[in-house]
C-alpha cells in the first residue's frame, strides 16, 4: 500500500458517515465523506480516489446510479466502487452486477471483512475490464429476464461475496442462538423467581393484617385481601361492590373523588391543599396518605359499630409502551381529567382505633401534665441540651421574677452566680454528655437583683424523640431560715450541754484541788511549829516554798486545761487525734481511776482531723462518761476493775479513720440501741439524765466534722465508733 490510499464514503446518514470514516482512519486510509451521489460523482471526478464505497439508497442519486455514472466515466472507471447494501433479495445483487459495480459489503458490516477487501482492492493494479461492448448476457430470475455487462470476475466476487455473507450471518445465526438458548433459560429461571415471588408476594398480600385491595375507575372492588374478615365482610362479597359499602356515608363526601375532584378541577395544589381521595387518581407519585375514615363493621348486634381507619391510596394508569410512563390524572400542580388512562386505585386500610384512642389518652395525659406543671409548687424550666430556655411554668415566672417571654430568650446559665455559674455548667453539661440526674443547691438572681436560694432537681427527658433537660428549682429560703435557727438552738444546746458538764467540773476541779490545798495547808501550819522549835532556817523556807508553788502550779495548769476545754472553738483546725485524747484522758484520770475504772490508748499511727478539737474533745468525754455510768450501773469494782478501750486505727480499704470508745458495762439493750441517738432520749430519768448528750455528739460528728457516729454491742459491753474520711 503506497504511504496512504485515498478512500471517498458516500452516504446520506452522518451517523454511518462518522462511524465509517473513523473505522477506515484507524487502519491508516485519508477518507473523504459526501452526502448524496450527485455530490460524490463531483468529488470523484475531481480528487480521483483510490476507492470508493457507497451506500445504495440516498437522495438526488443513488448507489446504483453513482456506479454506473462512474463506470460510463473513461477517466474514472478504473476506480473501484464497492455498495454498502442490507442484501434483502436476490435482486439486490442483480442490480449491483447491472451498474457494474466491483464488489458489495452487507450492512452491518464486518470490520476485518471490510478492510480484507478494501486491501485486495488497493493490491491489485488492473481490475477486470466490464463486458459493455458485447451486449451483456441475460439472466432469468423469478420470471424475469435481467442484463447482465459485468465479466465474469465480478460476477464470482459478487457470488463469492455473498456466499461469505451467507457464512457470516449463518455463523451469527449459530451464536445468536445460542445466546437465545442462554437466554431463554434464563428467562425460565427468571419466571421461576417471578412465580415464587408472587407466591410470596401472595402470601404476603393475604396474612398482612392491613386491608389492601384495589378498586375500578367506577369505585368498585376488584380486589381485597383476606383481612377484611377483620370487618365482619368476606372478600367475595365484596368483589363488584362500590368502596362506599364499607364507609360511613357522612365520610364519603370528603374521600370520593366524584364529590371532591369537580372542586379542584384547573387548580393549582401542593401539599397542604391537595385533597385526600379513597380512589386517589394522581398516580403514585403522588398518593393519598394518613386518610382517616370511618369504616363499618359488618355485625349484626352492632349494626352502627365502626371503626377508625387510615387510609394509603394510590392511582394506577394505562402504560404508555412508546414513552415508557404512566399519565397521572394531576400532580402537585393543576389537578386534570385524563378519564381515558385512568384505570383505577389500589390502597391499603390500616385499623387505627387502638392509636386514636392512644392518642387521645395521650393527649389528655399531655393536658394533665400541663396542668401540673402550671400549677406545681416548685418552678419547673425546660431547656434543650445547649442551655436554651424552651419553657417555664407560673411558679417559674414568680420565682424568676421575669414573665415567660422574657424567659424563653434567655440561657439557663442567665440565673446564676458569676461565681457558681462554672459549678452549674459543670453539672449541666455531664448530665448532658451522661444522661443521669443531678441534685444541687445553689441561688438564682431574681429580675430585680435578688438572690434567692434554691435546690434543683434537674434530669433528661425525652419529648418528641428530642432529649431535654428539665429543671425544678425549689426555693429553700424558709429551709435556710430554719436550719440557721436549728443550728442556733443546737449551738445553745451543746452549751447547755457544756453549762451543765461544767458543775461536774468544777466537782472535779474541787476534788484535783483538795490534795494540794491539805498540802499547803499542812506547810503553813508548819512553818509555825518549826519557828516555836527553832527549826526555821534558808533551807526549811526553800523546802516549803518549792513544796508550796509545786502544788500552785499542778493548780493554775488544772485551772487552765478546764477552761481550754470550755472555751469554745471558733476556727477549724488541724489537730491531732491521739495527742487530744490523752489530753482529755489526763484530766479525768483520776476521777476515772478512783471509780475503778482504768482507761486504755490505742494508736496504730499518728491521724489528724481538720475541724474544732473542743467539740470533738467533749463528744470523747461524753462517751466516756456514758461507759463509767455503764460501768458503774453494772457493778463492776475491784478486784475485777472497770475498763474503757479507746483504739485509734486507720481502714485502708476503705480509707476511713476509725475511733472506737469500748467499755465492759454490759452492753445496750437491743430494743433501744437504733433510738440512743434521738433528742432527748435517755435511759437515766432516775439519775437525772436529759437526752441531750448523745443527741449533741452526733450533731458535732456528723455537722461540724463530716464524720459518721454509731453504736453496736461487743462481748461485755458496747462498743461507740466514729468514722471520718482521710
Known amino acids: 500500500m503506497p504511504n496512504k490510499w485515498t478512500i471517498l464514503v458516500v452516504e446520506d446518514s452522518m451517523l454511518q458517515a462518522e462511524v465509517l470514516k473513523r473505522l477506515l482512519q484507524r487502519n491508516g486510509y485519508d477518507v473523504i465523506t459526501s452526502s448524496n451521489g450527485r455530490l460524490g460523482l463531483e468529488v470523484t471526478l475531481s480528487d480521483m480516489p483510490d476507492l470508493v464505497i457507497s451506500d445504495i439508497i440516498m437522495p438526488e442519486m443513488n448507489g446504483y446510479e453513482l456506479c454506473r455514472e462512474i463506470k460510463g466515466n473513461k477517466d474514472v472507471s478504473r476506480i473501484p466502487v464497492i455498495l454498502l447494501t442490507e442484501l434483502k433479495s436476490v435482486t439486490d445483487i442483480i442490480e449491483g452486477l447491472q451498474s457494474l459495480a466491483d464488489d458489495y459489503i452487507t450492512k452491518p458490516f464486518n470490520e476485518s471483512c471490510l478492510i480484507s477487501k478494501i486491501e485486495n482492492y488497493m493490491n491489485t493494479t488492473m481490475p477486470c475490464e466490464d463486458d459493455t461492448d458485447t451486449g451483456g448476457f441475460n439472466v432469468l430470475y423469478n420470471g424475469t429476464s435481467h442484463t447482465i455487462y459485468s465479466n465474469y470476475k465480478k460476477v464470482f466476487n459478487f457470488l463469492f461475496a455473498t456466499y461469505d455473507n451467507v457464512i457470516h450471518q449463518y455463523q451469527e445465526i449459530i451464536v445468536s442462538r445460542e445466546e437465545l438458548k442462554q437466554l431463554n433459560n434464563e428467562l425460565v429461571e427468571q419466571a421461576h423467581i417471578i412465580r415464587q415471588s408472587e407466591e410470596m408476594f401472595k402470601f404476603f398480600v393475604q396474612t398482612v393484617p392491613d386491608v389492601i385491595y384495589k378498586?375500578?375507575?367506577?369505585?368498585r372492588f376488584t380486589f381485597i385481601n383476606n383481612s377484611i374478615r377483620n370487618y365482619g365482610y368476606e372478600p367475595e362479597e365484596l368483589i363488584g361492590q362500590h368502596f362506599s359499602k364499607i364507609i360511613k356515608p357522612h365520610d364519603l363526601k370528603k374521600i370520593s373523588k366524584s364529590e371532591i375532584l369537580p372542586h379542584f378541577i384547573g387548580k393549582h395544589t401542593g401539599d397542604s391543599q391537595a385533597p385526600k381521595l379513597f380512589d386517589e387518581r394522581r398516580g403514585v407519585d403522588r398518593k393519598t396518605i394518613n386518610l382517616e375514615v370511618n369504616v363499618k363493621v359488618k355485625n349484626p348486634d352492632l349494626p352502627n359499630k365502626s371503626i377508625?381507619?387510615?387510609?394509603?391510596?394510590?392511582?394506577?394508569?394505562?402504560?404508555?409502551?412508546?414513552?415508557?410512563?404512566?399519565?397521572?390524572?394531576?400532580?402537585?400542580?393543576?389537578?386534570?381529567?385524563?378519564?381515558?388512562?385512568?384505570?383505577?386505585?389500589?390502597?391499603?386500610?390500616?385499623?387505627?382505633?387502638?392509636?386514636?384512642?392512644?392518642?387521645?389518652?395521650?393527649?389528655?395525659?399531655?393536658?394533665?401534665?400541663?396542668?401540673?406543671?402550671?400549677?406545681?409548687?416548685?418552678?419547673?424550666?425546660?431547656?434543650?441540651?445547649?442551655?436554651?430556655?424552651?419553657?417555664?411554668?407560673?411558679?417559674?415566672?414568680?420565682?424568676m421574677g421575669y414573665d415567660k417571654s422574657e424567659l424563653t430568650q434567655m440561657k439557663y446559665a442567665d440565673f446564676h452566680p458569676e461565681d457558681d455559674i462554672q459549678r452549674m455548667s459543670v453539672a449541666f453539661q455531664r448530665s448532658v454528655e451522661e444522661g443521669t440526674s443531678y441534685f444541687i443547691e445553689t441561688n438564682v438572681l431574681r429580675k430585680d437583683g435578688g438572690m434567692v436560694p434554691v435546690e434543683i432537681a434537674a434530669n433528661i427527658i425525652i419529648i418528641n424523640g428530642k432529649r431535654l433537660m428539665q429543671g425544678i428549682f425549689r426555693d429553700i429560703t424558709e429551709r435556710k431560715l430554719s436550719q440557721e435557727r436549728l443550728r442556733r438552738q443546737e449551738q445553745l444546746m451543746i452549751n447547755q450541754s457544756k453549762m451543765a458538764a461544767m458543775g461536774e467540773m468544777i466537782g472535779l476541779i474541787a476534788h484535783q484541788w483538795r490534795q494540794p490545798l491539805n498540802s499547803i495547808?499542812?506547810?503553813?501550819?508548819?512553818?509555825?511549829?518549826?519557828?516555836?522549835?527553832?527549826?526555821?532556817?534558808?533551807?526549811?523556807i526553800r523546802d516549803v516554798v518549792d513544796t508550796t508553788m509545786d502544788q500552785i502550779c499542778f493548780m493554775s495548769k488544772t485551772i487552765d486545761d478546764f477552761r481550754n476545754f470550755l472555751k469554745p472553738s471558733k476556727v477549724k483546725v488541724g489537730f491531732n487525734v491521739k495527742s487530744t485524747i490523752e489530753g482529755l484522758v489526763s484530766m479525768f484520770e483520776l476521777l476515772f481511776s478512783k471509780s475503778g475504772i482504768d482507761i486504755a490508748i490505742r494508736a496504730d499511727h499518728d491521724a489528724t482531723l481538720s475541724g474544732y478539737p473542743n467539740e470533738f474533745n467533749q463528744v470523747i468525754l461524753n462517751l466516756l462518761n456514758n461507759s463509767r455510768d455503764a460501768i458503774m450501773s453494772a457493778g463492776i469494782s475491784r478486784p475485777s476493775r472497770g475498763l474503757i478501750e479507746i483504739d485509734i486505727s486507720n481502714s485502708r480499704e476503705r480509707d476511713k479513720l476509725l475511733i472506737s470508745v469500748k467499755d465492759n458495762g454490759g452492753g445496750i439493750p437491743a430494743q433501744i440501741i437504733d433510738r440512743i441517738f434521738e433528742l432527748y432520749f435517755t435511759t437515766k430519768e432516775q439519775s437525772g439524765g436529759t437526752g441531750i448528750g448523745l443527741?449533741?455528739?452526733?450533731?458535732?460528728?456528723?455537722?461540724?466534722?463530716?464524720?459518721?457516729?454509731?453504736?453496736?454491742?461487743?462481748?461485755?459491753?458496747?462498743?461507740?465508733?466514729?468514722e471520718f474520711n482521710i
Not at 522 to 528: A, E
Open 308 to 399: 377508625i381507619a387510615e387510609v394509603s391510596s394510590y392511582g394506577i394508569y394505562r402504560f404508555d409502551v412508546d414513552k415508557h410512563t404512566a399519565n397521572h390524572d394531576g400532580t402537585l400542580g393543576v389537578i386534570r381529567h385524563k378519564q381515558n388512562d385512568f384505570l383505577g386505585s389500589g390502597g391499603i386500610i390500616k385499623d387505627i382505633t387502638e392509636k386514636k384512642h392512644t392518642e387521645k389518652a395521650l393527649f389528655e395525659l399531655e393536658k394533665i401534665a400541663h396542668a401540673l406543671m402550671e400549677n406545681a409548687c416548685d418552678a419547673i424550666l425546660i431547656a434543650d441540651v445547649e442551655g436554651n430556655i424552651l419553657n417555664a411554668n407560673k411558679k417559674a415566672v414568680e420565682l
Open 215 to 219: 378498586i375500578d375507575a367506577d369505585g
Open 695 to 722: 443527741y449533741m455528739s452526733k450533731v458535732v460528728i456528723e455537722e461540724s466534722l463530716g464524720g459518721r457516729i454509731y453504736a453496736k454491742n461487743a462481748e461485755n459491753g458496747a462498743i461507740f465508733i466514729l
Open 521 to 540: 495547808g499542812l506547810s503553813i501550819q508548819d512553818i509555825k511549829d518549826a519557828y516555836l522549835y527553832g527549826e526555821l532556817n534558808d533551807i526549811y
